[in-house]
């Protein structure tokens, strides 16, 4: 019966996995499909194919992080991992209605912590490991912002007494190919390895692998491969129902923010820091938007962000404690 | 009077510093250095508009 309940979880949490890369899929490729550098169609796989192979490229220090540093070890539990992810997709899904920029990152975290405390008391929460969350949670998109913004500058600097606009142009809608597949490689690091830190607990809680051990490859893989297939599937949809949607930033924007957003993610990765992915993207867009005039940041956006900011992790957190008070009635 | 995106950028200056003694010791250098980072870009911004606004007041 644990089995059982074992692997409905861990189908859970793919499931989260797979709704991330549907939802997030527009943030890597938006730039490349408005500027038609590629078709949605080929766009959406440019994205799937990056945040599948980044786990070849960074370690799995985000996993870690969730798995060990959100809630102490000893009060995970199937019901509780089940309580955090019903939490965090219910969460996810009224701020999807409410049209709130929420992210699904901090959204586990509230979830898991919230279903902690629900279960045995705020002693239980790993402080240390929370406010590293807290503090990037602000520091994430302002660093984005501020990279981006110089590297508008910079690149401005270095091109504007250039005649020949037209090739420079073409030079940077080649570009964005790299700057999306870099954020797309980010994007795959840091949020696959979320899903990675909650299977790992899950795992560890059940006894199926010992405390300190490495993420086995299957749950690396498995969580790929559901961000990508999510990419693959919900990319295509929002792409065309965006279509006349999407912002017009000029090939030169995309790039400068698509790489700021990238450098954040490769930091945050490395350092095995969980940050939001919309959120850090969001700040480079912010960015290369105030390098041209603050009037033409959308600050209505902006500011919806900032309360996303407030209210995910308590949100999130008070839905994972009710799911877990229903959870634990029938445990 | 100061423009309002030097204003902006002193104000995420001043959120790094407030968060800098709450952030773990091995990123502590990030935020310090991201607050450094802010208050450059308002300088130069500042500076970007009262030259700006200098030259306007020149071609009058």
Same mark, same amino acid.
């Given at each position: ?7 409905? &979880? ?27 550098? %590629? ?31 959100? &809630? ?12 955090? %992810? ?48 807290? &503090? ?11 990279? +981006? ?27 964005? %190919? ?41 749950? &690396? ?54 940050? +939001? ?50 959870? +634990?009635?029938?445990? | ?60």
């Amino acid at each position: 019966m644990q089995t059982l309940a074992l692997w409905l &979880v861990v189908g859970v949490a793919l499931a989260f996995d797979f709704v991330n890369g549907f939802h997030d899929a527009a943030n890597s490729i938006a730039t490349v499909v408005s500027t038609r550098v %590629l078709s949605p169609r080929f766009a959406v796989a440019w994205a799937a194919f990056f945040n599948f192979v980044a786990f070849l490229v960074f370690g799995t220090h985000v996993a870690d992080t969730i798995a060990n540093d959100v &809630v102490q070890q000893n009060v995970i539990s199937i019901g509780l991992i089940f309580a955090a %992810l019903v939490g965090a997709i219910t969460w996810s899904l009224i701020t999807f209605f409410l049209g709130l920029p929420t992210s699904s990152s901090h959204a586990l975290i509230g979830g898991m912590a919230g279903a902690a405390v629900a279960k045995a008391g705020f002693g239980v929460l790993v402080w240390e490991g929370l406010r590293t969350i807290a &503090v990037f949670i602000v520091v994430a998109p302002l660093a984005g912002l501020a990279a +981006s913004f110089i590297l508008m500058i910079v690149v401005m600097w270095s091109v504007h007494r250039s005649e020949k606009v037209e090739p420079l142009n073409r030079g940077f809608r080649r570009m964005q %190919l790299v700057s999306a597949g870099a954020y797309s490689l980010g994007h795959g690091a840091n949020d696959a390895q979320k899903t990675m830190g909650v299977i790992l607990a899950l795992l560890i809680a059940t006894g199926e692998v010992s405390k300190g051990s490495d993420v086995p490859l299957w749950v &690396v893989l498995s969580a790929h491969t559901a961000i990508a297939l999510g990419t693959l599937t919900g990319g295509w949809r929002i792409v065309k129902t965006m279509g006349s949607k999407l912002t017009r930033l000029k090939p030169v924007s995309g790039v400068c923010a698509e790489s700021a957003a990238a450098g954040m993610l490769f930091f945050t990765s490395a350092y095995g820091v969980p940050v +939001s992915t919309t959120h850090t993207i969001t700040g480079g867009i912010v960015g290369v938007g105030a390098s041209q005039r603050l009037a033409a940041v959308r600050w209505g956006v902006a500011r919806r962000v900032v309360w996303a900011w407030a209210f995910t992790i308590p949100g999130a957190a008070i839905m994972a404690a009710a799911a877990y008070g229903i959870v +634990s009635v029938f445990s | 009077m100061m423009d309002r995106r030097a204003l902006f950028f002193l104000g995420s200056a001043a959120l790094c510093l407030v968060l800098v003694p709450v952030t773990p010791a091995d990123l502590r250098w990030f935020t310090l250095a991201l607050a450094v980072v802010y208050v450059v870009l308002a300088i130069g911004s500042a500076l970007d508009n009262w030259s700006r606004s200098r030259e306007g007041r020149s071609d009058h």
